[in-house]
RNA sequence: GCCGGAGUGGUGGAAUGGUAUACACGUGCGACUCAAAAUCGCAUGCCGUAAGGCUUAAGGGUUCAAGUCCCUUCUCCGGCACCA
């Protein structure tokens, strides 16, 4: 036996698998011809940023590539593709600081990219290749623009139409606003305006993030907030809000369907909580304030309508469009306007601090009218009120929300509440009984510290098993002078201050006592004892309960209703205001109503409408940049808008001298003379457009009529599934970036009938990131940066792979340790040693065969789970069973070798070779364990005694309940441990313990 | 603040409610060697000479049995954050 040379194993191997085409995908005619199922594996794949990989980089890849070799070893048609994006941002920056031309840094990246890989012994089929920048791919990213562009969302279908469909409705039907007479007579220019509105991909005006500093406009996801505002996620350059012409694309008419559709996927929990949390549905009400002198009205947003009557006064945003004009009418126009130039200052730093206290002017005269109690209400300007979100405008309801209460005690504006806590008891002995009548009482609920300690009265009562606070009815009195009274009466104390109310709260129960239900109108008071100067307590009362003195801590495990908690934490917290949901009050004919049933009536009763909204926007579909796919639209001289027809994609980016930004928020394409000549738009696409469908692209990557053809298109994208692509893994960073965005252009796709599944990705997994030993990030910065081409070169590919499989769970960041990879070479050396041991038959299987069968069932499901590492602990088990036995049978062996493969391919392909198998240990069937071998002979059952164990019995796999139990009491350790005492009860767990309790 | 996830030896980590600490690193001792490295063997949660006891962030609960389920608290990581 030669020593194990991985540079030479590696290298030929290597070699071998692209001479042989090892891992060549099969198009649908030739899979399904072997009915040969198909199973598609997807990395994400990588911008060439040309800093080279560091070790974390293919951690993913190597995950997915175990996952390949596994299933195309059990006989699946694997697709495992690889390419590039290689649009945007990072390669033109690349390019500008190196001063070359984008596509030949592209190119040289991708070279370095490629060599880096191509050691790691990754089974792609490298003929499948695409690259986002070249015309024949971009070519099709430019047609899918196209489709979008000329599709409108349908809400009553709740999909994606042909626009022409549209046109076809205006003709014949009209819309809301005009009819098809009205439509026939506009211009075209008319008829593009009007369709822009609807188009999925369209042309707008909005506040964007325009950067400076990069000439460009940045997407939401590409910037982050620091100290000093907010700055872009790449370079770290200020960035401030524009308004610009942009293309768009109307990702919120999906807000629904994005996140509905999530549930059927195979997605981490955090991934599809991010998604959601990012599209941020919320349902509520709009609601129009008509105002005094204006014929204006101001619409607010609202999932609180049930607290309509508690608005005091409204806020607009500075920026709201009506400002500009209700100001000109307002007593202190000056003031407003230097509140307006203050908050556009504040937006390029931090307008959205949460701790900072909110500020705001009135537009003092002008006035809105309540839409119900028609009532004038104050109207103000604040910068905590968002222009994009909502209408841009709130009515404040101080008594019920957190920020219009700050707001509210700031500038001394009226407070009104009318919502009061509800508690409906409806299961238990306390539940409201239908046949019983329902008797309204007042009631008051006094809480009552004591004159010197810090401690508070509470009554245990002796025929209920109730603990409460002092309770009682009013009688009509006014609640503290009740509340005072009931303590006298209950307690027997003289000296009682009232010190304040604690709010209200009702309740609806059935009073078992007195055969009826209640429904109490609680106030809460609260009071304090001035000395302990008592009276006697009237005999009734002494037997109705006990009074008892509570600490703080006492008083939380003590009282057990709701009520008395709410009331408990408003002694604790003066400031609390209540937010939830609760019965209403002070609301007219709404009085009594719970908040879910009048957030309903009371929209209708004011003539609002239900309406949903999302924090997340359109997102912006352009930049002003080079380096991207241009946008295949052309403008005339009076604004026209023409398509660049299929046949004459791709629309090929012009050759420039320079391809820097202009700065002026036009790209570079301006500055050449044929382009804006012919008018062609001179925005380009934004990085995520070309990963939206590159997935598509790899099914048949050469396809010249379509961007890949019906038949590609059924096989791997089978319409019985809801994801196309199988297993997709990649990082988490891209949640709510280029995931939901292909999700979204997969959607279009889908509505239109271009791609057979909803959904893009069925499953997904996320890789966790490697970071250097000293628990940080990797990287040039830290000087931490760990060179996967050193280790290969070092311990070899094998024994990185098997090393990143091994370290820890998949989808968990991991700090990298170069003291431990010694372990993996050392397993995979050992490996190599285990072929002195085998024979050709005749070997002692009973030390390793129940192991064998073990681990190549273990390893079978592990990597189903991508749970890599504790497969490859079970192969480490095997090996060391492995040693122990004097000799192994060929057969057994090799299977543990194969079950090994997907790790470490290179061995494999080798000690596969060095008995004389034919072909690829990779072509090989991938195999089965026989369920009968999986138990040994005999078993191993622990002996506890009430769950703690007190010996070892090792018996016979037949043995039955009854002799492992005698056996199990003859045990000296039992005996000692029983120290005579009859166990009360005997629990056997079949093959694993017998306890004894006691 | 809100929403997720997690806390287990010196380290990375393992454990369908059923023998906690698998597997690996490190460390110690031994073998081989003139010696060292490599390799092989043994040991290795904590306290204790031992018998034995204790141990999965802390505290409580459910259970014959809890790292695992429930409640409270603390810490860390991730996401969102004036979203009306």
């Known amino acids: 036996m030669k020593e194990y040379d991985h540079k030479k194993i590696e290298k030929k191997w290597q070699k071998e698998w692209v001479e042989k085409n090892t891992y060549r995908t099969l198009s649908a005619k030739q899979a399904s011809a072997k009915k040969m199922r198909p199973f598609y594996i997807l990395d994400m794949f990588p911008y060439p940023s040309g800093v080279g990989l560091h070790v974390g980089h293919p951690r993913g890849y190597i995950g997915s590539d175990v996952l390949a070799r596994k299933m195309r070893m059990q006989g699946y048609n694997v697709l495992h593709p690889m390419g590039y994006d290689a649009f945007g941002l990072p390669a033109e920056q690349y390019a500008l600081e190196h001063k070359i031309h984008p596509r030949k840094a592209v190119e040289k990246n991708v070279a370095t990219f490629e060599k880096q890989l191509s050691i790691i012994g990754l089974s792609y089929d490298w003929a499948r290749k695409i690259n986002t920048t070249d015309p024949e791919y971009y070519k099709w990213t430019q047609w899918g623009f196209l489709q979008i562009y000329n599709s409108w969302f349908d809400p009553k279908k709740n999909k994606a139409r042909p626009i022409a469909e549209l046109v076809r409705i205006f003709e014949t039907k009209g819309s809301d606003t005009f009819s098809a007479k009205e439509w026939k007579a506009m211009t075209s220019m008319e008829k593009q305006n009007v369709l822009m509105q609807y188009r999925l991909a369209y042309e707008g005006y909005s506040d964007v993030n325009w950067c400076p500093h990069l000439g460009t406009v940045l997407a939401n996801d590409e910037i982050v907030e620091s100290p000093t505002g907010p700055i872009s996620e790449r370079g770290g350059y200020p960035v401030e809000k524009k308004r610009m012409r942009q293309w768009f694309m109307r990702i919120t008419a999906y807000g629904d369907r994005l996140i509905e559709d999530l549930e059927k996927l195979n997605w981490p929990a955090h991934m599809k909580e991010i998604q959601k949390n990012w599209i941020g549905k919320s349902e509520g009400s709009e609601i129009a304030f008509e105002l005094e002198h204006f014929p204006d009205r101001v619409s607010v947003f609202t999932t609180r309508a049930d607290t309509l009557f508690g608005v005091t006064y409204l806020v607009l945003a500075p920026e709201h469009l009506l400002v500009e004009k209700l100001k000109s009418h307002a007593q202190n126009e000056s003031e407003i306007d230097a509140y307006i130039v203050a908050t556009k200052k504040?937006?390029?730093?931090?307008?959205?601090?949460?701790?900072?206290?909110?500020?705001?002017?009135?537009?003092?005269?002008?006035?809105?009218?309540?839409?119900?109690?028609?009532?004038?209400?104050?109207?103000?300007?604040?910068?905590?009120?968002?222009?994009?979100?909502?209408?841009?405008?709130?009515?404040?309801?101080?008594?019920?929300?957190?920020?219009?209460?700050?707001?509210?005690?700031?500038?001394?504006?009226?407070?009104?509440?009318?919502?009061?806590?509800?508690?409906?008891?409806?299961?238990?002995?306390?539940?409201?009984?239908?046949?019983?009548?329902?008797?309204?009482?007042?009631?008051?609920?006094?809480i009552v510290k004591h004159w010197s300690e810090d401690k508070y009265i509470g009554l245990k009562w002796k025929n209920q098993n109730w603990k409460t606070f002092v309770v009682g009815g009013t009688n009509g009195e006014n609640p503290e002078i009740a509340a005072v009274r009931e303590v006298q009466e209950e307690t027997g104390y003289k000296n009682i201050k009232y010190v304040r109310t604690l709010g209200e709260a009702q309740s609806q129960f059935y009073a078992t006592h007195k055969s009826e239900n209640r429904w109490a109108f609680m106030t809460g008071v609260y009071l304090e004892l001035e000395n302990g100067d008592h009276i006697d307590v009237v005999e009734g009362e002494k037997q109705l309960h006990e009074v008892v003195w509570l600490s703080k801590k006492e008083v939380e495990s003590f009282v057990d209703s709701n009520e008395s908690f709410l009331f408990w934490n408003a002694v604790k917290d003066q400031t609390q205001i209540f937010t939830n949901d609760g019965?209403?009050?002070?609301?007219?004919?709404?009085?009594?109503?719970?908040?879910?049933?009048?957030?309903?009536?009371?929209?209708?009763?004011?003539?609002?409408?239900?309406?949903?909204?999302?924090?997340?926007?359109?997102?912006?579909?352009?930049?002003?940049?080079?380096?991207?796919?241009?946008?295949?639209?052309?403008?005339?001289?009076?604004?026209?808008?023409?398509?660049?027809?299929?046949?004459?994609?791709?629309?090929?980016?012009?050759?420039?001298?320079?391809?820097?930004?202009?700065?002026?928020?036009?790209?570079?394409?301006?500055?050449?003379?044929?382009?804006?000549?012919?008018?062609?738009?001179?925005?380009?696409?934004?990085?995520?457009?070309?990963?939206?469908?590159?997935?598509?692209?790899?099914?048949?990557?050469?396809?010249?009529?379509?961007?890949?053809?019906?038949?590609?298109?059924?096989?791997?994208?089978?319409?019985?599934?809801?994801?196309?692509?199988?297993?997709?893994?990649?990082?988490?960073?891209?949640?709510?970036?280029?995931?939901?965005?292909?999700?979204?252009?997969?959607?279009?796709?889908?509505?239109?009938?271009?791609?057979?599944?909803?959904?893009?990705?069925?499953?997904?997994?996320?890789?966790?990131?490697?970071?250097?030993?000293?628990?940080?990030?990797?990287?040039?910065?830290?000087?931490?940066?760990?060179?996967?081409?050193?280790?290969?070169?070092?311990?070899?590919?094998?024994?990185?792979?098997?090393?990143?499989?091994?370290?820890?769970?998949?989808?968990?960041?991991?700090?990298?340790?170069?003291?431990?990879?010694?372990?993996?070479?050392?397993?995979?050396?050992?490996?190599?040693?285990?072929?002195?041991?085998?024979?050709?038959?005749?070997?002692?299987?009973?030390?390793?065969?129940?192991?064998?069968?073990?681990?190549?069932?273990?390893?079978?499901?592990?990597?189903?789970?991508?749970?890599?590492?504790?497969?490859?602990?079970?192969?480490?088990?095997?090996?060391?069973?492995?040693?122990?036995?004097?000799?192994?049978?060929?057969?057994?062996?090799?299977?543990?070798?194969?079950?090994?493969?997907?790790?470490?391919?290179?061995?494999?392909?080798?000690?596969?070779?060095?008995?004389?198998?034919?072909?690829?240990?990779?072509?090989?069937?991938?195999?089965?364990?026989?369920?009968?071998?999986?138990?040994?002979?005999?078993?191993?059952?622990?002996?506890?005694?009430?769950?703690?164990?007190?010996?070892?019995?090792?018996?016979?796999?037949?043995?039955?309940?009854?002799?492992?139990?005698?056996?199990?009491?003859?045990?000296?350790?039992?005996?000692?441990?029983?120290?005579?005492?009859?166990?009360?009860?005997?629990?056997?767990?079949?093959?694993?313990?017998?306890?004894?309790?006691?």
């Open 583 to 998: 019965v209403l009050v002070n609301s007219e004919m709404f009085d009594g109503l719970t908040s879910q049933e009048a957030r309903e009536k009371i929209t209708e009763a004011v003539g609002g409408k239900i309406v949903t909204k999302y924090k997340f926007r359109d997102a912006v579909f352009a930049r002003q940049r080079y380096w991207g796919e241009p946008i295949p639209l052309a403008k005339n001289a009076d604004g026209v808008i023409s398509e660049v027809s299929l046949s004459k994609l791709p629309l090929e980016l012009p050759k420039v001298t320079s391809y820097e930004p202009t700065g002026t928020g036009e790209g570079p394409l301006a500055s050449v003379s044929a382009w804006k000549k012919a008018g062609y738009e001179t925005n380009t696409m934004p990085g995520w457009a070309g990963s939206s469908w590159y997935f598509m692209r790899y099914i048949d990557p050469s396809a010249k009529k379509q961007f890949a053809s019906d038949t590609e298109l059924a096989y791997w994208f089978n319409k019985k599934k809801t994801g196309g692509v199988d297993v997709y893994v990649g990082g988490a960073e891209h949640a709510t970036g280029h995931l939901l965005y292909a999700r979204f252009w997969h959607k279009v796709f889908f509505d239109l009938g271009y791609v057979p599944t909803k959904e893009p990705f069925e499953k997904l997994m996320n890789q966790g990131m490697i970071l250097a030993a000293d628990g940080r990030k990797m990287s040039k910065r830290w000087g931490n940066v760990v060179n996967p081409d050193e280790i290969v070169s070092l311990y070899g590919a094998d024994t990185l792979r098997l090393y990143e499989m091994f370290m820890g769970p998949f989808d968990a960041s991991l700090p990298w340790s170069t003291e431990s990879i010694i372990g993996s070479r050392r397993f995979i050396e050992r490996v190599w040693k285990l072929q002195a041991r085998v024979v050709k038959k005749g070997a002692d299987v009973s030390i390793y065969e129940t192991v064998l069968h073990k681990t190549i069932k273990k390893v079978t499901e592990d990597i189903e789970s991508f749970s890599f590492n504790t497969a490859v602990s079970a192969m480490m088990i095997c090996s060391n069973t492995f040693e122990k036995a004097g000799q192994i049978n060929e057969e057994d062996f090799l299977s543990f070798v194969k079950i090994l493969a997907p790790f470490t391919p290179h061995l494999a392909d080798e000690l596969w070779n060095a008995f004389a198998q034919k072909g690829s240990i990779h072509s090989a069937p991938w195999p089965t364990f026989n369920p009968k071998k999986l138990v040994s002979e005999t078993m191993t059952i622990a002996v506890s005694v009430n769950g703690k164990v007190k010996a070892e019995l090792v018996v016979s796999k037949d043995a039955t309940e009854s002799e492992i139990v005698a056996l199990a009491q003859k045990e000296e350790k039992l005996i000692l441990a029983l120290a005579g005492r009859n166990p009360q009860r005997v629990i056997y767990v079949p093959n694993r313990l017998v306890n004894f309790v006691i």
């Open 346 to 446: 504040k937006d390029e730093m931090m307008r959205t601090a949460t701790d900072k206290d909110k500020t705001g002017v009135e537009l003092v005269g002008v006035r809105a009218m309540h839409p119900a109690t028609k009532e004038p209400l104050p109207v103000w300007i604040a910068d905590y009120v968002l222009p994009q979100y909502g209408t841009g405008a709130v009515m404040a309801v101080p008594a019920h929300d957190e920020r219009d209460a700050g707001f509210a005690l700031r500038y001394e504006l009226p407070v009104k509440n009318v919502v009061t806590p509800f508690f409906a008891y409806t299961t238990g002995p306390d539940a409201v009984r239908n046949d019983k009548p329902m008797v309204k009482r007042d009631t008051v609920v006094a």
